[in-house]
């Protein structure tokens, strides 16, 4: 099946600094990539959708100055986390789908997660 | 725009026994629905998912649902729990099989000896 990494697994951070999380197709070309926060038992909120090459598209509530997302290829797409502060530790999930027509488009595929603790 | 109700947010049942956790879904359009299960730390998995066609689905570890239109639901089964099924389940509803999900607030399965 479709493999989808972040990194890192778990991060610390001080607050007002930057942190940077990984979301990388291992096996696919993910033509999409969604970001998603999930607090202590909640649900999963979609934060953004991105498509390689162009920019992200961000729900509404989303800060796009504070959590800046790059898809630049067809493998990888970050998230920053800008200015960290306390309430935006929470665990970063991010999930990918393949190009149209090919054997992992019908399907999201998720990453294990990110999880996040600014101090 | 969709939505998902989960009811029940804790469901507790033996080993060997029915496991029913329940969805209901809102949706302007034809919705796709689908089932995760997330273990503690780890992302999503897929246990199956209703893309149209037929509206009993079959997924992994045993699981099914069937999606009924008049109900609007889409009810995830088991017939016999096991240990291993003890997990949060999430239901989802998108417009398209990789278009963005929309989840419900998720059930958390318990399972006891």
């Known amino acids: 099946g479709a493999v989808v990494s972040q990194h890192p697994s778990w991060v610390i951070c001080k607050s007002g600094t930057s942190v940077k999380i990984e979301c990388r197709s291992l096996d696919f070309q993910a033509t999409t990539m969604f970001w998603y926060r999930q607090f202590p038992k909640q649900s999963l909120m979609l934060m953004a959708t991105s498509n390689e090459g162009s920019k992200a598209t961000y729900e509404q509530g989303v800060e796009k100055d504070k959590f800046l997302i790059n898809h630049a290829s067809l493998t990888l797409s970050t998230l920053t986390v800008t200015s960290a502060h306390p309430e935006d530790s929470s665990f970063y999930i991010c999930?990918?789908?393949?190009?149209?027509?090919?054997?992992?488009?019908?399907?999201?595929?998720f990453g294990p997660g990110t999880r996040l603790t600014v101090l | 725009a969709q939505s998902v109700t989960q009811l029940g947010s804790h469901v507790s049942v033996s080993e060997g026994a029915l496991v029913l956790l329940r969805c209901n879904y809102s949706s302007s359009v034809p919705p796709y629905l689908f089932w995760y299960v997330q273990y503690p730390n780890q992302g999503l998995q897929l246990l199956l998912k209703y893309t149209s066609a037929a509206t009993l689905v079959k997924g992994i570890n045993g699981f099914e649902a069937e999606f009924k239109k008049s109900e609007t639901s889409f009810h995830l089964t088991k017939p016999s729990a096991h240990m291993s099924d003890a997990a949060e389940y999430f239901c989802?509803?998108?417009?398209?099989?990789?278009?963005?999900?929309?989840f419900g607030t998720g059930t958390r399965l318990q399972v006891t000896l």
């Open positions: 999930s990918a789908s393949g190009l149209a027509g090919g054997p992992v488009y019908n399907e999201q595929f």
């Open positions: 989802a509803v998108s417009t398209g099989t990789a278009s963005k999900l929309t």
